[in-house]
């Protein structure tokens, strides 16, 4: 029987502050700065288990959504920074820069919430932690942490 709780990807509160600054004199002239904070509480996390009529593990909710709590809440800071150079009076070409996850945080935002590997089999990694497939991600261990530091380059013309 269902029982009335918070849907998987159920988040209470998420706060994205991006300030930005531009750099209006002096050799940095243009340079535009964007430091960026991301802080978002938790999922519910909740006991699923297996079903002899499905091949899939997870199809079954056992004690009711969010049975097993919330996850922690997770933050990360990130940065933008894009420089113009000025070709002519309406053309620029600008070289950007976002990294994202600059202080690289390695934080577990899931647990494995299933049960059972399938109707007979008990999983022995239940409750552990690193494993997102349970709420729709990748069948992978890193789906369940803070995606690692990346950094993306780019440059474009504008006209």
Do not use: C
């Not at 519910?44 to 199809?59: H, I, R, S, V």
């Amino acid at each position: 029987m269902l029982k009335p709780g918070h849907l998987n990807a159920d988040r209470l509160h998420i706060v994205n502050i991006y300030p930005t600054y531009i750099f209006d004199k002096g050799p940095l002239k243009g340079l535009v700065v964007t430091p960026g904070v991301k802080i978002q509480s938790g999922l519910p996390l909740t006991t699923l288990a297996a079903q002899q009529a499905y091949t899939d593990q997870g199809e079954a909710i056992l004690h009711g959504r969010g049975d097993l709590g919330r996850a922690p809440v997770t933050g990360t800071v990130d940065v933008h920074l894009d420089y113009p150079w000025k070709i002519s009076e309406t053309k620029s070409l600008h070289f950007a820069i976002d990294m994202l996850n600059i202080a690289n945080t390695k934080r577990n935002i899931l647990i494995n919430q299933n049960a059972d590997l399938d109707w007979q089999v008990h999983n022995a990694d239940f409750m552990k932690p690193g494993f997102g497939a349970a709420v729709g991600q990748s069948n992978n261990l890193l789906a369940g942490f803070v995606a690692p530091f990346s950094a993306r380059f780019h440059v474009s013309f504008n006209f």
